[in-house]
């Protein structure tokens, strides 16, 4: 196939027939945004929810809602290929550096990493186990059964040398360095949320029936729970400017469907400040699900879920500043990402979204045949995303880089 070469500053321009593609004079890469750089292949696996023992709860798994994690020097996930494994990956050439995997393990969440370790847990022979692992090599430095703990829901964080989970009895905490088990507080709901710790204080989102709570980061003491009118919050809260956000059911919808609010908080009272209610803007029936946990910046709240619109809300009073309605032929069901004036959401349908900050305006897509596009990450002029089977059927886990958009203007 012949090729033309043009050098353009730092950037060759090479040319094929019928298309033309922008590379790095000094690397050969891709310059334009949402080139493909590389993908990495998990492996056979699956992606599909799982009913918590009777519990009402379901939780989901693998790269499905979580964004993989983003070090100087990998990218880090956890895939149900080749039976719940972690893997870390080099984020300049895509090339596996470790994997590790429990034998016997028939769950596990997505990883957290801190201050050179990971943290995730497995659930294995109907308990649940906290595992540590390093950054650098994967070896195990600790594994911790929870006690009286048997079900998964949200990924762990950490913070100031205390891991964090949710699980199915209450909030648990352990030691970063050691394993050894804190303090435990109980909650009233069934939720799926990943702790959220700022400033000494925890926040969750309580589940069905319940509110927002916090608790003391130190001593476990509770804090504030948001008003009723913010009950059945399902979404990882963010803290951000003052307030909390999180999202939630509404169950009061006078045709019996399920319609998804997103609330704005005060952080340090819980008083509701403001909440918006998707069904008021979005024709799809929410018969099932919320939206996930919403990205905030530049004063803008993007929220995503089961439907294929992506909203902006101020993050001040929740008035709607613009919506992108039916960019996917299916649901966004991805946390979006939001760097350099650009949003990045993933489709079930398997396409990546690139939208403009200030309108929606769609500024570039990527699709791919891997599977269902997951939560992106973007850091070192790349966005990473992982590709997932359709929860009906099973095929390969991937990891895929793209080239990020280096600013607004693109």
């Not at 990883?111 to 195990?140: M, N």
Request: proline share 6%.
């Amino acid at each position: 196939m012949p090729c033309r070469r043009m050098l353009l500053s730092a950037m060759l321009l090479v040319q094929w027939t019928g298309w033309v593609v922008a590379v790095s004079a000094q690397t050969g890469a891709p310059t334009i945004p949402g080139s493909h750089l590389w993908t990495f292949g998990a492996g056979p696996g699956s992606s599909g929810s799982l009913d918590q023992g009777g519990t009402g709860c379901q939780t989901y798994y693998g790269i499905d809602f979580a964004a993989p994690v983003l070090t100087p020097s990998s990218i880090i996930f956890m895939s149900e290929a080749k039976g719940w494994r972690t893997f870390a990956v080099d984020v300049a050439t895509g090339v596996e550096r470790w994997n590790v995997s429990f034998v016997g393990s028939t769950s596990a969440t997505a990883p957290a990493v801190s201050d050179g370790a990971v943290y995730f847990a497995v659930l294995r022979a109907s308990k649940v186990h906290l595992v540590c692992i390093d950054e650098a090599t994967g070896r195990l430095r600790w594994d911790v059964v929870v006690p009286g703990a048997a079900y998964l829901y949200g990924p762990p964080s950490v913070a100031a040398g205390v891991v964090y989970i949710v699980l199915h009895d209450g909030l648990h905490t352990f030691s970063s360095s050691s394993g050894a088990q804190g303090w435990t507080a109980t909650k009233p709901g069934c939720s799926e949320t990943t702790p959220t710790v700022v400033d000494g204080v925890v926040y969750i989102a309580a589940g069905e029936g319940s509110g927002v709570q916090t608790f003391d980061a130190s001593t476990g003491k509770p804090g504030w729970t948001s008003p009723p009118d913010t009950s059945s919050p399902w979404a990882t809260p963010v803290v951000h400017g003052g307030r909390v956000f999180s999202s939630g059911f509404n169950n009061s919808d006078p045709n019996g469907y399920y319609t998804a609010i997103v609330y704005g908080l005060d952080s340090q009272t819980g008083k509701l400040d403001w909440k918006f209610d998707l069904a008021k803007f979005n024709p799809e029936p929410m018969t099932a699900y919320a939206p996930l946990a919403p990205a905030v910046a530049d004063g803008r709240l993007f929220v995503t879920g089961a439907m294929s619109t992506v909203y902006a809300l101020d993050t001040s009073t929740g008035a709607l500043l613009w919506n992108a309605t039916n960019l996917c032929n299916g649901h966004l069901w991805a946390v979006a990402a939001v760097v350099n004036g650009t949003v990045y959401v993933g489709c079930d349908e398997g396409t990546l979204y690139a939208l403009a900050v200030t309108s929606g305006d769609l500024l570039w897509h990527f699709h791919t045949d891997a599977g269902a596009a997951r939560s992106p990450v973007v850091g070192d002029g790349r966005v990473f995303f992982g590709a997932t089977p359709q929860r009906s059927g099973a095929g390969k886990d991937a990891l895929i880089a793209l080239v990020a958009s280096p600013n607004p203007s693109i």
